[in-house]
């Protein structure tokens, strides 16, 4: 007696003291980047701190003093109001805001006599010492999987330190000020840009970056200090640089915000936008001033001044027409919320995806027309022109991405097939069994909680459904083959065949991976790639697998090997010896539950990379799985769309953009892109794989 409850007490503490040193691992990790967090930003105080120290010391300003005292009263406010008031977000905004203003001050008040004091040099290490600090704290964050994504265009921290750089501006000059504003604005479109993963972000971030430090900065002639720069463009760049990697929203998550944003402000945001583009053409025609070079700057102006004016009146009537579209998809939506029925779904229904991918090669040439004026009416001496010049790029670029980015994931049409063969127990020969009857009753409500899943999966992201066959005494392999050839050469009400198939499976499985029927047989993967390659020989539509069995693993290592078709196979792992005390052994129909809250509910907290899960998430993709692409809309397409939305003399540039969106000029790129993702896939395959159909494949 006292030996057995020796051993319970034992046992017991062994577990507590195991959970216990497993969480605080889990904390001691967090903690440690938090704390790498705290010492990147205490290194920029004191860096920020000694250089305004020595720019009281060499120039007797007093202005410099009552900022250096006022900077740390405000951070005796921010920690009192953290630590005492429990304010975490005011006192985060009011240090973020200091920190933009005094970044601000460090970089313009800048002197050659500060170079040879022993305490700058000291500065402008930690300044490097924070970068260095900043970006690894970022990188070990989103290693260690710390981050939490939510859609935003500018995190409150970033706004807040571009407002206090604008502020510091405005102890120079008038214009100057002006013209420091607007490349602040500039930098606020270029983080939007990279953040909403733009097609041309990265080219932005280099034409900024060229600009702004080798002409603009110059151009004010100003003393800048460059190593404050280069730390606060760092603190703001970082961040959206590394998310275009290691972001797991989707291109609809990513936009939501602007998506989701009222009817009337989405449309008064074009008025701003037409503006601000006008005011770059009388910018840019200040040029003409210019009479050393006027066999140049004149018929070059006066050409592309045309074709600028002709592709930015079709700019604006693209976004007017977009807006009204979105406004037509926001009542459905709205409408139908009880339904479940996701904005992109419904986007894809309206026929968004053609609109955008017309308009995407629209919009090039506006982006395309505005480097070229840019170009042929460049000002070396006038900082407002640049500026506006880099605000323009960025904006425009932005709608570029979300045309591009919308033409690539809406429009795909999706069918689903499910099949439940709720056996798990198996005869020595392999060939399932009937239950025992004490436990039917269970297998029939966990089987039915399947099936409600797997249907509430195909309603919520709006996928028409085959079928869902449930047979407690198993599928012959001639009938599910049937089965299978009918719902694979399923075509939409227009006729071509649809985008994507979704093939569920729960039931026995052999330890190869086959799939356990009546009488024997078995459903190898290789049978159901050659009805595939039979039933989509022109490769127009791509195949999703998802398993819910024992031995799913040697289908997902099976089809890495598929070189010929866009296949993909979702499964999972259960595990074999599970402490009945801590939790319950895992049952087939738990990761189709998990799985389906997962890509059903927004709200979810489903961690897949979880320690101690009984039920781990697997998934693989064929070779050419990221090489998928949707149907492109042909010349009549555009034809009818240019008769719908453009007035007739903007014929000939309609025309021209179809013919040159034919022509593939980025054929090279998308080589390369090709290869990229390729390697990425299948040498650094992400945890949560986006399908561009609202769910997501997912690995533990």
Partial sequence: ?????????????????????????????????????????LNLLVAICMGLYVRWEKTADSLILVIFILGLF???????????????????????LWFGFLLGLL???????????????????????????????????????CVRYRPALLTSAEFLELVGFAIASTAMLLQKSMSIILLVLALAMLIVDLRMKSFLAFLNLVCFAVVSSLLFFPSLQIPINPFALACYFSRLICDPLLDVYFSSLSATERWLPFLTHGRVWRRLSVLPLGLLELTFFVLAAFKLRDLQLWYFVIPGFAIFGVFWMICHVIFIITLWGFHTKLNDCQKVFYSQRSENRSLDRVMASKGMRHFCLISERLVFFSLLSTAILGAVSWQPTNGIFMSVFLVILPLESIAHGLFHELGNCLGGTCVGYAVVIPTNYCSVDGQPTLLPPEHVQQLNLRSTGMLNAIQRFFSYHMIDTYGCDYSTSGLSLDALQSKLKAFLELRTQDGPRHDTYVLY????????????????????????????????????????????????????????????????????????????????????????????????????????????????????????WSDYTLHLPTGSDVAKHWMTYFPRVTYPLVHLANWCGGLNLFWACGVCLRCFRRLKLRWFPPTVLDTGQGFKLVKS
């Fill in 107 to 145: 970089c313009f008040l800048n002197n050659s006599a500060f170079k040879s004091d022993v305490k700058e040099e000291a500065t402008k290490y930690l300044l490097l010492t924070s970068i260095f600090i900043r970006t690894l704290w970022a990188l070990t964050e989103r290693i260690c999987g």
């Fill in 74 to 96: 405000v951070l005796g406010i921010a920690s009192i109001l953290h630590y005492y008031f429990s304010m975490e977000m005011a006192s985060l905004s009011l240090l973020h």
């Fill in 505 to 624: 499976y729960s039931g026995h499985s052999h330890s190869s991976g086959e799939w356990a029927l009546a009488g024997g047989d078995v459903l190898r993967l290789s049978n159901v790639l050659e009805l595939w390659k039979e039933k989509n020989s022109d490769l127009c539509s791509r195949l999703i697998i998802v398993l819910d069995c024992e031995n799913s693993l040697p289908w997902i290592k099976e089809v890495r090997k598929v070189g010929d078709q866009y296949v993909a196979v979702q499964g999972a792992e259960m595990a074999r010896v599970v402490d009945v005390e801590e939790a319950e052994p895992p049952q087939l129909g738990d990761f189709t539950s998990e799985w389906v809250e997962f890509n059903c509910n927004p709200e979810n907290n489903i961690q897949w990379s979880e320690k101690g899960r009984t039920v781990t998430a697997a998934y693989s993709v064929s070779k050419r």
């Fill in 1 to 41: 007696m006292c030996r057995s409850l020796r051993y319970c007490v034992s046992h017991c503490l062994y577990a507590a003291m195991t959970r216990l040193e497993e969480a605080n691992r889990e904390v001691n990790m967090r903690s440690s980047v938090r704390y790498l967090g705290y010492l990147s930003s």
